[in-house]
């Protein structure tokens, strides 16, 4: 008081005043000691007592040795759950704080072969309370056994021990993984092997797919993943079981169908076909002047349908052109006029013929060909057929006609027998010509001719005439009779043509 310390006292009694006094009161917070003792075998943390102001938190760390375990905790003699840390919170006293430590139960575990590890939550286990096993088996590997104490657990996973009253020696064995790979076949092929197989974790199984004659391999899977369309598969390494399915199709196949110079295809050139099926009819047309010939796969008939395909065909038809075909061109002269040039002619086909000319004889004019051609000369081009006219004439205005008749006895012979054909002349006479007995054999083309003998000598209006024929063939044989002389003098029509059949 009046700066004079009176000590710490709550309560001060001031007597006799007579002046002012002065008094002056001074706080510090409280502050309380935590005293920690550990018994032996374990320790607490921080282990020298220790100084707290109210309120504040102090924590100690209570640690068995190895092999013990925390028996009991005491604070001030109050017992309190043995358990590590301990807390004071909002400290407002002085604390004793006491641990003590007992022996403990071992849990060991080991693995037996290798081939993983095992854990053990708790290997220094206090009577009553409780620890987990856990194995962990390498890639590939599973739990087989667990023996406690020589005692088979089976081959559970996770282990736990509980209510401990003893110590533990517990052994892992772990094993290979084994796997079931099942393969599949669909219609139309095979796969082998073709049951399950048994595989190890890491192994590889190979498989061989097969397809049946005129199929191909569709797809080939593993649990329902495309891994292609080869014949073979190699699955692995192995680390699940799997099932490896192989699809088939049926092979289609192209037929095509060419045509080399010369011709062309009726029908689709180009057509797919499946395996055994068959395509449909193709025809080889040769063009104007060629022919076919044959297949390049040596098939000879044009018309082809492709059976029972069990490959591609690709053929060509192959045409050649056809051998010159030969025709006959035959000219011929009518009454009163000659042809000039070749009356008879041979022509390939195509190729053109000489030109021939019809000439009128005195007293005529030319008026047309026999197929109609109005032009005295004529060269026959582009010759596809036989060709047989005659050039007609007719006489010019004024001039006198003459005709000739023509008859045979009999009409009808069987050979040897020879016939005689006999006419008549009629008209005005024509001087220095001659009486021709023209024929035409069967089977033949071409007229023959030869003179037939006049009955009264000299030629006259009045003349008759007459020709002995043995025929040496059988068939139909045609007459007509004609003039023939010196082509200034004027000639008489022909006769009417005669037929005479011989047996």
């Given at each position: 008081?009046?700066?004079?310390?009176?000590g710490p006292l709550s309560f001060y009694a001031i007597?006799?005043?007579?002046?002012?006094?002065?008094?002056?009161?001074?706080?510090?917070?409280?502050?309380?000691?935590?005293?920690?003792?550990?018994?032996?075998?374990?320790?607490?943390?921080?282990?020298?007592?220790?100084?707290?102001?109210?309120?504040?938190?102090s924590a100690f760390s209570i640690t068995p040795d190895?092999?013990?375990?925390?028996?009991?905790?005491?604070?001030?003699?109050?017992?309190?759950?043995?358990?590590?840390?301990?807390?004071?919170?909002?400290?407002?006293?002085?604390?004793?704080?006491?641990?003590?430590?007992?022996?403990?139960?071992?849990?060991?575990?080991?693995?037996?072969?290798?081939?993983?590890?095992?854990?053990?939550?708790?290997?220094?286990?206090?009577?009553?309370?409780?620890?987990?096993?856990?194995?962990?088996?390498?890639?590939?590997?599973?739990?087989?056994?667990?023996?406690?104490?020589?005692?088979s657990e089976g081959g559970g996973s996770p282990l736990?021990?509980?209510?401990?009253?003893?110590?533990?020696?517990?052994?892992?064995?772990?094993?290979?993984?084994?796997?079931?790979?099942?393969?599949?076949?669909?219609?139309?092929?095979?796969?082998?092997?073709?049951?399950?197989?048994?595989?190890?974790?890491?192994?590889?199984?190979?498989?061989?797919?097969?397809?049946?004659?005129?199929?191909?391999?569709?797809?080939?899977?593993?649990?329902?993943?495309?891994?292609?369309?080869?014949?073979?598969?190699?699955?692995?390494?192995?680390?699940?079981?799997?099932?490896?399915?192989?699809?088939?199709?049926?092979?289609?196949?192209?037929?095509?169908?060419?045509?080399?110079?010369?011709?062309?295809?009726?029908?689709?050139?180009?057509?797919?076909?499946?395996?055994?099926?068959?395509?449909?009819?193709?025809?080889?047309?040769?063009?104007?002047?060629?022919?076919?010939?044959?297949?390049?796969?040596?098939?000879?008939?044009?018309?082809?349908?492709?059976?029972?395909?069990?490959?591609?065909?690709?053929?060509?038809?192959?045409?050649?052109?056809?051998?010159?075909?030969?025709?006959?061109?035959?000219?011929?002269?009518?009454?009163?006029?000659?042809?000039?040039?070749?009356?008879?002619?041979?022509?390939?086909?195509?190729?053109?013929?000489?030109?021939?000319?019809?000439?009128?004889?005195?007293?005529?004019?030319?008026?047309?060909?026999?197929?109609?051609?109005?032009?005295?000369?004529?060269?026959?081009?582009?010759?596809?057929?036989?060709?047989?006219?005659?050039?007609?004439?007719?006489?010019?205005?004024?001039?006198?006609?003459?005709?000739?008749?023509?008859?045979?006895?009999?009409?009808?012979?069987?050979?040897?027998?020879?016939?005689?054909?006999?006419?008549?002349?009629?008209?005005?006479?024509?001087?220095?010509?001659?009486?021709?007995?023209?024929?035409?054999?069967?089977?033949?083309?071409?007229?023959?001719?030869?003179?037939?003998?006049?009955?009264?000598?000299?030629?006259?209006?009045?003349?008759?005439?007459?020709?002995?024929?043995?025929?040496?063939?059988?068939?139909?044989?045609?007459?007509?009779?004609?003039?023939?002389?010196?082509?200034?003098?004027?000639?008489?029509?022909?006769?009417?043509?005669?037929?005479?059949?011989?047996?």
């Amino acid at each position: 008081m009046n700066g004079v310390s009176v000590g710490p006292l709550s309560f001060y009694a001031i007597s006799n005043v007579f002046t002012n006094q002065s008094i002056t009161a001074t706080f510090a917070i409280d502050t309380y000691s935590i005293s920690p003792a550990a018994g032996s075998h374990g320790t607490i943390s921080p282990s020298a007592t220790q100084t707290v102001s109210y309120g504040d938190t102090s924590a100690f760390s209570i640690t068995p040795d190895p092999g013990y375990f925390i028996a009991s905790i005491t604070d001030n003699g109050r017992l309190l759950v043995p358990t590590s840390p301990v807390v004071f919170s909002s400290v407002s006293s002085s604390h004793a704080l006491v641990a003590t430590f007992a022996s403990a139960y071992t849990v060991t575990a080991l693995v037996a072969g290798g081939k993983g590890s095992v854990a053990v939550s708790n290997p220094n286990v206090e009577p009553g309370g409780a620890t987990t096993i856990t194995p962990t088996p390498s890639a590939g590997y599973h739990v087989v056994s667990i023996t406690d104490n020589g005692i088979s657990e089976g081959g559970g996973s996770p282990l736990v021990l509980g209510h401990v009253d003893a110590s533990h020696l517990v052994a892992i064995t772990f094993a290979l993984d084994i796997f079931t790979i099942s393969p599949l076949a669909g219609p139309n092929g095979t796969i082998s092997p073709s049951s399950p197989q048994t595989a190890s974790y890491g192994d590889f199984l190979a498989f061989r797919i097969t397809p049946d004659p005129g199929y191909h391999i569709a797809s080939v899977s593993v649990d329902g993943s495309p891994v292609g369309a080869g014949s073979s598969h190699t699955l692995g390494p192995v680390s699940s079981d799997a099932d490896i399915l192989a699809t088939f199709a049926v092979n289609s196949y192209t037929l095509s169908y060419g045509a080399s110079a010369g011709g062309l295809i009726v029908g689709s050139p180009s057509q797919t076909a499946e395996y055994e099926s068959s395509g449909s009819a193709v025809t080889a047309v040769a063009y104007r002047g060629f022919h076919f010939v044959v297949w390049s796969d040596g098939v000879t008939a044009a018309t082809r349908t492709d059976v029972s395909v069990t490959g591609d065909v690709s053929v060509t038809a192959d045409f050649a052109p056809d051998p010159p075909v030969i025709y006959h061109l035959t000219y011929a002269a009518g009454v009163g006029g000659a042809i000039s040039g070749a009356g008879s002619q041979t022509v390939a086909s195509g190729q053109s013929g000489t030109p021939v000319s019809a000439v009128a004889g005195v007293g005529y004019h030319f008026v047309s060909w026999s197929d109609g051609l109005a032009s005295a000369a004529r060269t026959d081009s582009n010759v596809v057929a036989d060709l047989d006219v005659s050039a007609s004439f007719a006489l010019d205005a004024g001039v006198p006609v003459t005709t000739l008749t023509i008859s045979a006895n009999p009409t009808s012979v069987r050979l040897p027998k020879a016939f005689v054909l006999s006419g008549a002349l009629m008209g005005v006479p024509t001087n220095g010509l001659r009486v021709v007995v023209n024929v035409k054999k069967p089977g033949s083309g071409r007229w023959s001719y030869s003179s037939a003998r006049l009955t009264y000598g000299a030629l006259s209006a009045s003349s008759s005439w007459w020709y002995r024929y043995t025929p040496k063939l059988r068939g139909t044989y045609s007459f007509y009779v004609g003039f023939a002389g010196d082509s200034t003098h004027l000639a008489a029509p022909d006769s009417a043509t005669l037929k005479v059949t011989v047996k």
